[in-house]
């Protein structure tokens, strides 16, 4: 698999979760879904490269769960 790169303007310490996501979608996505999306948000953030092996191995999913989350948002 192919890595990639999640970039997003600003550098802070902290990661910033928008109320939108909260109100509309934190409800239906599960357990997954929202792990990696918090995860991913924060790396957006720091500029940093991964791929979906590698999310896999840090949250001890299938590469399939990983994928099935990326296409869900």
């Known amino acids: 698999m192919g890595c990639f790169k999640l970039y997003q303007e600003a550098s802070a310490d902290v990661t910033i979760l928008s109320n939108l996501f ?4 934190m ?14 948000l924060r790396m957006a953030q720091a500029g940093c490269v991964s791929s979906v092996s590698d999310l896999a191995d840090a949250f001890n999913y299938t590469e399939k ?4 989350a990326l296409k869900y948002w």
């Open 22 to 25: 909260i109100d509309r979608y």
């Open 27 to 40: 409800k239906d996505a599960n357990d997954a879904q929202l792990k990696l999306y918090l995860y991913l």
């Open 65 to 68: 769960d990983v994928l099935r």
